[in-house]
């Protein structure tokens, strides 16, 4: 389409502003711009152009809200909720860690990762409480993955804000960036679902979870998780979260439709992580042996039962009193 104009009998043709140089201005010089412009998109093309490019992105980087996931086994099970484990912090029980994943790869247990698995401190002084790189965190706690996640064991992973930091700050490599291709899982941020079906639907069990969710009270501390069973995971036997460092454990019973009673727990995952200058400065007392730590589901495949072990210690040692 051309500009207004006027087109001449040799087929030339001159726009407005040519014809306005010539007749009021016929010694002003004039440039011609030879090269083509590139092409305008109007608003139906530049809409098609950033659908196709968000589809795209979608089918390649893109993270779902809620994952189903089958298992199959004859005999009760573990599946064990790890978080905050914090590798490359200095005051990090690295003891607990090592036994807790061992524990969970002896058992042939399966394990959801919640997020903060790396300390990931890129900032002073708090970087000065590191006593590995950050290259060296992602090595080391993907070597912990690697463990948890044999024989697709691995169920699904959480970002966390720690160790989410270097991607956010500086599109760095993360933990996170192969977790699908290495471990065949979902990778899940914010508040998720994870419906967990044993042989094929003989027994379905729901899971809310997420690394961090609003909610605080100093008389419960799994508020956080309960608040997030309500706001959002109605219906849900778990509802788990992490980041707060507080361990606890609630299990309670709700009415459905119909009269019908059911049980769920909201649970708060405990940390790996004893203190550091941050929690000490806060106030905040030192974690123990009973404060710290993943806690241990057992799941049973031919009958609708759940039962929540403290620690993971606990829960290996109720596998074996049920086999």
């Known amino acids: 389409m051309k500009d207004s104009g ?11 502003n040519q014809i306005r140089r010539k007749n009021f201005a016929p010694n002003e010089t004039e440039i011609d ?14 809409a098609s152009i950033v659908m196709r ?17 089958n298992i199959n086994a004859e005999k009760p099970f573990l599946m ?14 690295y003891q ?5 994943v061992n524990l969970i790869k002896k058992a042939k247990g399966y394990s959801i990762t919640v997020g903060d698995l790396t300390d990931s401190f890129f900032f002073m002084p708090e970087v000065g409480e590191q006593i590995i790189s950050g290259d060296e965190q992602v090595l080391f706690a993907q070597s912990a993955l690697d463990q948890l996640g044999q024989d697709g ?9 720690h160790d989410m930091w270097s991607k956010d700050k500086s599109g760095a490599h993360t933990l996170y960036q192969e977790f699908r291709n290495r471990y065949q899982a979902h990778y899940l941020e914010g508040v998720s679902y994870i419906t967990l079906r044993v042989n ?35 219906g849900a036997v778990v509802s788990f979260t992490a980041h707060n460092h507080v361990k606890a454990a609630l299990t309670q019973v709700h009415k459905v439709a119909g009269g019908k009673e059911a049980k769920f727990h909201s649970l708060a995952l405990g940390a790996y992580k004893e203190t550091d200058r941050y929690s000490r400065k806060m106030g905040w007392p030192r974690k123990g042996e009973d404060s710290m730590g993943a806690f241990g589901l ?5 009958e609708n039962k759940l039962e929540v072990c403290w620690t993971i210690e606990d829960a290996v040692n109720r596998l074996a009193e049920l086999r």
């Open 298 to 302: 057992i799941l049973y495949p031919h």
């Open 96 to 100: 607990r860690l090592v036994k807790d």
């Open 200 to 234: 094929g639907g003989e027994q379905t069990y729901g899971f809310v979870g997420s690394h961090r969710h609003k909610g605080f009270s100093v008389y419960n501390d799994a508020h956080a998780s309960l608040r997030q069973w309500r706001d959002e995971g109605v």
């Open 80 to 93: 064990a909720l790890i978080a905050d484990s914090h590798v490359g912090g200095a005051e990090v029980n």
């Open 53 to 69: 490019q968000q589809s795209e992105r979608k089918e390649m980087l893109g993270i779902p809200e809620a994952i189903e996931v």
């Open 153 to 161: 064991h691995l169920v699904a992973g959480f970002g966390g804000d």
């Open 6 to 16: 006027l087109f001449y009998p040799d087929g030339s043709f001159a726009d407005s």
């Open 33 to 46: 711009q030879l090269t083509p412009f590139p092409s305008t998109r109007d608003f139906d093309l530049w």
